[in-house]
């Protein structure tokens, strides 16, 4: 392999001469081999918005050559445009400041734009530190990348998913909306109630976190650029944040402004904590139904099997035949991890010490990866599970006949201590309540069949 000679502070550095980085970003390489965890490509995508939009600012404020200012703008776009995705080698273990990455960056950048430079002719040179990362620090442009970053993968992996989800389970609460059903609590009988209402519960949970999360996200708007390194915005002119923030929402189109105290907006992470907490949320939503219709669809003959879901591969190498609920698992795998990623947010972000937070990295990862499997565990359960869903009629009007909770329609008729008695008279025989019923002279047999009718204790029709 051929090198070259790169140089910072410390000295010099060996760099493999066929890549773009420099001395701060090899020294990274060499020192931090951790896991193997590439910082999330959506903060590398967040830091080339950043930087594009620190060039053009710094230009119009009259701090930054033009010539190099358009190098720098162009060299960010060929980054964004995915033309060096294999320039960005760096792992989340390293630096809690994200120094080395925000190094990664400039002295990237400064190499395509140093290229296209001598390119054209031009004897000017683009300074990683002094030119691409003028009036910033690493510590309020860490923090910014992650807030992008994290808004954009909230746009573009999991609020359509979500929304497909929202619609399906619409779809099928109208669509089962008379299909009557026993209810359970606490994995017993209980009164009876439609599938569509049961799936009704499952569909205001996602509309509800929805909401939730949408609420969080106006939290990450706020950016922490022109904060510099401890929130005073040294070597920063005095509205380069509020310039910034406007570029960088004109470039996304997103929100964003600038942090009203940059003091907190560098050690404060508990924006990021409240948004994932919402994450956390519709992770233990997906928990809670995916479990239920696996369960619904649970044997097909020595379970619940009120509900069968698609077949989409075979569920054992030794049992021919057998079919599993393979994306509920998958889903609850999910939601497993984000409940996981929670721990670590709020561990995380409570490392605030001083003027900086020292785990951004770990911060980015595990919000990343939480919203991205849940976008794509979510999208996977609808399409190959949620739309497949079909009711077992027969099966449901049968264990509907042979609950004994539906003696809670003759309470209001014979009362709490008679319905009881009934109750537990069919249990003991094995027999039906209306047999029972009609055995102990409570009610008459025509009595019953007017009192005890499944369809109207749902309430559907009211």
């Not at 296209?116 to 990348?145: C, I």
């Not at 999991?158 to 619609?167: A, F, H, R, T, V």
Request: with cysteine; charged share 25%; aromatic share 6%.
């Amino acid at each position: 392999m051929e090198y070259r000679i790169e140089h910072d502070s410390l000295g010099e550095v060996k760099v493999p001469a066929d890549h773009m980085w420099g001395a701060q970003t090899q020294r990274s390489f060499e020192n931090f081999k951790i896991g193997g965890h590439a910082m999330p490509k959506e903060i590398i995508r967040a830091f080339a918005i950043l930087k594009k939009c620190a060039a053009r600012v710094n230009e119009e404020d009259g701090k930054l050559d033009p010539e190099k200012g358009k190098a720098i703008r162009s060299a960010c776009d060929e980054i964004l445009a995915g033309q060096w995705d294999g320039e960005f080698p760096l792992v989340v273990y390293q630096t809690g400041s994200g120094t080395q990455s925000n190094m990664n960056m400039n002295e990237v950048v400064a190499h395509i734009a140093n290229a296209k430079l001598e390119k054209a002719g031009s004897d000017k040179r683009v300074h990683p530190n002094d030119d691409v990362n003028m009036s910033q620090s690493s510590n309020d442009t860490f923090p910014t990348a992650l807030h992008v970053a994290a808004v954009y993968v909230l746009h573009h992996y999991l609020y359509g998913s979500l929304d497909g989800l929202i619609d399906t389970f619409a779809a099928k609460s109208k669509g089962f909306m008379h299909v009557v059903k026993i209810g359970r609590t606490h994995v017993q009988d209980a009164v009876p109630l439609t599938f569509g209402q049961e799936i009704s519960g499952w569909l205001e949970m996602l509309k509800q976190v929805r909401s939730m999360i949408h609420d969080a996200e106006k939290y990450l708007h706020p950016l922490a650029i022109g904060g510099t390194a401890v929130g005073t915005g040294l070597n920063s002119p005095k509205d380069f944040g509020e310039k910034v923030a406007k570029a960088i929402s004109e470039e996304t189109g997103m929100p964003f402004t600038s942090a009203p105290n940059k003091f907190y907006a560098l050690t404060g992470r508990d924006n990021i904590v409240f948004a994932h907490g919402a994450l956390d949320a519709l992770a233990g939503d997906c928990m809670k139904f995916a479990d239920d219709i696996r369960l619904l669809a649970g044997g097909p003959r020595a379970g619940l099997g009120e509900i069968s879901i698609p077949a989409n591969e075979p569920g054992s190498s030794i049992m021919p035949g057998k079919v599993n609920p393979t994306q509920c698992e998958a889903l609850t795998m999910v939601a497993c991890r984000v409940h996981g990623n929670q721990t670590v947010v709020s561990m995380a972000s409570s490392q605030g010490r001083f003027e900086l937070n020292v785990f951004a990295p770990i911060l980015a990862e595990s919000f990343i990866e939480s919203t991205r499997l849940l976008g794509d565990a979510i999208h996977s359960f609808d399409i190959h599970c949620a739309q497949g869903i079909k009711v077992n009629e027969e099966r449901m009007e049968e264990l509907v006949e042979k609950s004994l909770m539906l003696v809670t329609a003759l309470s209001p008729h014979i009362g709490y201590e008679k319905s009881a008695q009934i109750a537990k008279k069919a249990f003991a025989d094995n027999s039906s309540l209306k047999e029972a019923a009609v055995a102990l002279g409570f009610v008459t047999a025509e009595d019953y069949d007017k009192w005890v009718n499944p369809r109207e204790m749902t309430n559907v029709d009211r």
